[in-house]
């Protein structure tokens, strides 16, 4: 057995503690194929207000399909997906939002998303990439989205690096500006595809750092797909494995990471040490 395997759990690991009764995101029963390929099958996940949720499972399982769904950039095909009520990325009558509601009911729904790729713009410098949807999307003026900005890079370190072109930084420090520019709207509900997976390992941990910092912001939702299992563990209250497009075990993160039940997840933990 892993080592971890043999930790002791308490009783206050059991439940978990940060989150309240609410229920944000309500998922039934998604189906999404790309092309004849079916990738979601049949999930079925409810995320609470507050809850810090880890998204495990191997490659190829859904992740990024889901969390895409999720803030409206994929359509799906069956099921639904309620954010706060709101129905998210399909219509009652099974038509699709046009991509501009989509958009309109992800800024409404504060839905913030970090990529693996970090996805910045590469022609402009760091300040102009946190700054420029606030002026864009949110309407600031200009001095005040640069002021707001600033702000947010030195919250995550960056604020010596605000001139910097994309490519001038490390990966690290590009994904803290995609995190300082995710935060800008203040998002309610933040997804982060694998914010780490595309880094050399020695920058890994700036970023967890700002992510285990995250965690802490009251009221904020995050799902966070990750293959760093001991982050996990740490930062979310809650977590969820998913294999061939549905959920196969869910739970407690440190019970669920701790002491897997499902086959498939014992596996992929073991195969993760
Ligand atoms: P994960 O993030 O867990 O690695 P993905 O959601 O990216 O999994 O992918 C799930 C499956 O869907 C994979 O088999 C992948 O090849 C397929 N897939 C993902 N995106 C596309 C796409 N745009 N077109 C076709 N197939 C895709
Ligand atoms: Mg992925």
């Not at 990738?39 to 809850?51: A, F, H, I, P, Y």
């Not at 309407?139 to 005040?144: F, L």
């Not at 700036?206 to 285990?212: C, H, T, Y």
Request: charged share 20%; glycine share 10%; proline share 4%.
């Amino acid at each position: 057995l892993p080592a971890r395997q043999k930790e002791k759990i308490s009783d206050a690991d059991m439940v978990s503690t940060e989150a309240s009764d609410e229920i944000l995101i309500d998922i039934k029963d998604l189906h999404k194929s790309y092309g004849k390929t079916p990738v979601l099958k049949g999930l079925n996940l409810r995320v609470k207000k507050g809850q810090i949720v880890a998204l495990l499972g191997p490659s190829g399982s859904g992740k990024s399909t889901l969390l895409r769904c999720i803030n409206g950039l994929d359509q799906y095909d069956g099921g639904s997906i309620t954010i706060g009520g709101d129905l998210i990325g399909k219509t009652l009558a099974g038509t699709f939002l046009l991509e501009k509601e989509a958009a309109r009911q992800r800024i409404k729904n504060k839905i913030g998303m970090v990529f693996q790729n970090f996805n910045l713009f590469q022609h402009i410098n760091a300040i102009e990439n946190v700054a420029m949807p606030l002026i864009w999307t949110y309407g600031e003026t200009t001095p005040a989205a640069y002021q707001h900005a600033f702000g947010l890079l030195k919250r995550v370190g960056l604020e010596n690096r605000y001139g910097a072109l994309p490519g001038q930084m490390s990966g690290g420090q590009q994904q803290r500006v995609a995190i300082a520019r995710t935060l800008a709207t203040r998002p309610q509900l933040l997804l982060l595809d694998e914010p780490t997976s595309a880094l050399d390992p020695e920058l890994v941990g700036e970023v967890l750092e700002i992510i285990r910092d995250l965690a802490q912001v009251d009221g904020l939702t995050m799902i966070i797909s990750t293959h760093q299992i001991r982050f996990a563990e740490q930062v979310a209250d809650y977590c969820v494995f998913l294999d061939g497009g549905v959920v196969v075990e869910e739970g407690a993160a440190k019970v669920v990471i701790n002491q897997p039940q499902n086959p498939r997840t014992q596996r992929f933990l073991s195969l993760m040490e």
